[in-house]
């Protein structure tokens, strides 16, 4: 009997193992620079927020009470959480309706209404501000969360209800079609069998609305000229100019509670952001 000999290992294929192992090393190397990137500056700002008061190293929250009890924080994180979950509910309602419009129905002007869709993404809003600002003023907006939330709605419904269109694309009409055969209105259909399986590009557009409308500066500075209508970005500015004068713990304090809300909202929604990354690379 002739003695069997193990077939030999393919030169390619340890090729393309350590071609996957080198890809995987060198996504570790990118993941652990991007940590150490955000890591850093939020220890620094933590270091100044939690300043140590023993030589023990015992955190005190001095700064943060300060923050509570002698400043109008409260109010600006109010102003906020109102501002941004009006953008949110109202943003994710239109972007879900006309991406719907626009990614199952066809009608005279929606190739144009895509590509406006796309030309608004080219000009930044702070370019739009003088022609925002005087629209806001003839209709005596200015200083009004109602003016600050229009403009806003006109900066996050681009994305919204492209991202919305492109979702819908990937579900299959015949699921729409079979609802139909079984005696569903096509609003019926909408609220019932596609929004819920639309969990994932729905929460894309909330986290990215909201985070937009929280975290946004510059056209609230302008806007919002009154402090008791300020947003926690316009009013930690005014705990900066303190941070200048060597008393920045106030002003870390506040650029850590800001991080919060988003924070948690990402994690709240991380298993649907997750599912869609997921779904995005498999087609791909």
């Known amino acids: 009997m002739r003695a069997e000999h193990p077939a030999p290992i393919p030169i390619a294929s340890g090729r393309s193992r350590r071609a996957a192992v080198l890809r995987q090393l060198a996504s570790y190397a990118l993941l652990t620079l991007t940590i150490l990137l955000v890591a850093v500056p939020l ?7 939690l300043p140590a008061t023993d030589p023990a190293g015992t955190a005190a929250l001095g700064n943060f009470s300060r923050l509570l009890s002698q ?8 102003n906020s959480f109102f501002v941004a979950l009006a953008v949110t509910v109202v943003g994710v309602m239109l972007a879900a309706t006309a991406g719907y419009a626009l990614s199952r129905f066809r009608f005279l002007g929606r190739l144009a209404v895509l590509n406006s869709l796309l030309l608004s993404q080219i000009f930044p809003a702070t370019l739009l501000l003088l022609p925002i600002f005087l629209i806001l003023v003839q209709l005596e907006l200015i200083n009004t969360f109602l003016g600050l939330i229009l403009v806003y709605l006109a900066t996050v419904l681009p994305f919204g209800i492209w991202q919305m269109k492109n979702f819908y694309n990937t579900i299959p009409e015949t699921i729409e079609e079979a609802a ?21 590009g729905l929460a894309v557009t909330a986290l990215f609305s909201f985070a937009a409308a929280w975290n946004e500066y510059v056209v609230a500075a302008i806007l919002m000229q009154d402090s008791s209508v300020f947003t926690l970005p316009v009013g930690l500015r005014l705990l900066h100019h303190d941070s200048m004068a060597g008393q920045g713990g106030l002003f870390a ?32």
């Open 43 to 49: 220890w620094e700002i933590a270091g100044r927020a």
């Open 71 to 78: 400043t109008d924080f409260l109010r600006w994180l109010a």
């Open 180 to 200: 139909a055969m079984d005696g569903c209105t096509p609003a019926e259909t909408f609220r019932w069998i596609v929004l819920p399986i639309s969990a994932q």
């Open 253 to 284: 304090a506040g650029a850590l509670l800001v991080t919060l809300p988003v924070l948690v909202l990402y994690l709240l929604l991380s298993r649907f952001l997750i599912a869609r990354v997921q779904e995005i690379s498999l087609r791909n």
